[in-house]
């Protein structure tokens, strides 16, 4: 006798779960629900950690921790150094990898380029394509691959339980699933990128990772707002979570991080987009730096530290007289917020009268930096454009600005140092708090600063 399903609604936006169709949901979407059926579980469930298990079929077994074997995780080189940097070293067996990005950046082309790498070592690896065709994917690899090794294989299949099947035939050491948005499973009554099929495709990915011990790629959809489409339970089943973004009128793309169990999420990875597709960025300060020559007013050199190199950038602002209303506030690259909590200590506590102005802030090269760090940059960058005043030398200038006007140390200042020097900085201002961590090299002057009031006055100078 067939078992009945369940019926539950799920929120499109959020995938909140109820047993009623709901007019507005917690997250506050309006008629956002939609009706799915969930088949129940049987016992003898398949699905389950505890079922990859020898001799656990029906039955987990709990053991102690301290009996648990801990070892060094065996990684898989993607032959791409800048992925492997933000992946903490290379693809860990038995891993899940969640990427995402705007339409068009380059999510397929760097993933086609580490599967010809991979399979050029004479590996299987498994391309699973729910969106392109097998033509338009050996079009692109023929365009960035060059020559194609046997081992690549191509399935344009969107069926899970197909997939699955393919993967126990095969025994693929790689297997790359674009998109997850595009697959389905035949134990879900719904359609192909609902809530709760992303949610099941999602577990059978990590079955057949986890019980074959295959580094599975996954590629995700990003909604309107460049947050990752469909529910938050994906984010959190996958071992890391990469994000590429860049602006489509540069060729600069940056791979980050967002979560990683095997490794920092503070590292970047910088690629250029070229014809013959993604070219690794190694000296990535000297890409965001157009020129070695002193810069004009409204434009200041700041850096900060992702991962493990520093990074440095150029900050540029422009002051205008407001004409109507209130006055404009506009940055790019830079948190408004912040921006605004800038702009406030420099009209309190250095004196400069804002409210009149419109403010734009941009940072060089498409680069968004979370770091404070670069505080210290922009408020001198606002400075330079509302007075008119450029620095006759080349300054680096970093620091997080406080809102009592004081500046706050920063991490890793010795290597921000380091860097600066190699580049020919003349000039490096900074807090107080960070120049005890630096030993004077003779070839930049260390100017160090309480306030924000101090790191003009040695800006002006």
Known sequence: MAKKAKSVFVCQECGYESAKWMGKCICGAWNSFVEEKIPEIDVKDTRRRAGSAAGSANVGVAAPLRDVGTGEYTRVDTGIGELNRVLGGGLVKGSLVLISGEPGIGKSTIIIQAAANISSRGEKVLYVSGEESEEQIKMRADRVCGDISGELYILAETNMENIMAVCENLQPSFVII???????????????????????????????????????????????????????????????????????????????????????????????????????????????????????????????????????LEIQALTSPANVGFARR???????????????????????????????????????????????????AVYSSLRGVACPRRVLAVGEVGLTGELRSIRNIEKIVLEAERMGYEQIILPAKNAAQIKPSGTCKITAVNNLSQAIGAFKE
């Open 178 to 312: 674009d998109s997850i948005q595009t697959m389905y499973t035949e134990e879900i009554d719904s359609v192909p990128g609902s809530v709760s099929q992303v949610r099941a495709c999602g577990n059978i990915l990590m079955k057949i990772g986890k019980t074959w011990n295959i580094p599975v790629f996954i590629v995700a959809h990003v909604t309107k707002s460049g947050e990752l489409a469909g529910p938050k339970i994906v984010e959190h089943l996958v071992d890391c979570v990469l994000n590429f973004s860049g602006e489509r009128d540069h060729d600069l793309r940056i791979l980050r991080a967002y979560k990683n169990r095997f490794g920092t999420t503070s590292e970047i990875g910088a690629f250029r987009m070229e014809e013959k597709g993604l070219q690794e960025i190694h000296d990535i300060s000297a890409t965001f730096l157009d020129s070695n020559d002193v810069k004009p007013e409204g434009s200041v050199v700041s850096a900060l530290y992702e991962g493990s190199r520093p990074v440095l």
């Open 330 to 380: 506009t940055a790019v690259g830079i948190d408004n917020q912040r921006l605004s909590m800038i702009l406030a200590v420099l009209e309190k506590k250095c004196g400069l009268n804002l409210m009149n102005q419109d403010v734009y802030v941009n940072v060089v090269g498409g680069l968004r930096p979370d770091s404070t760090s670069v505080d210290l940059g922009v408020a001198l």
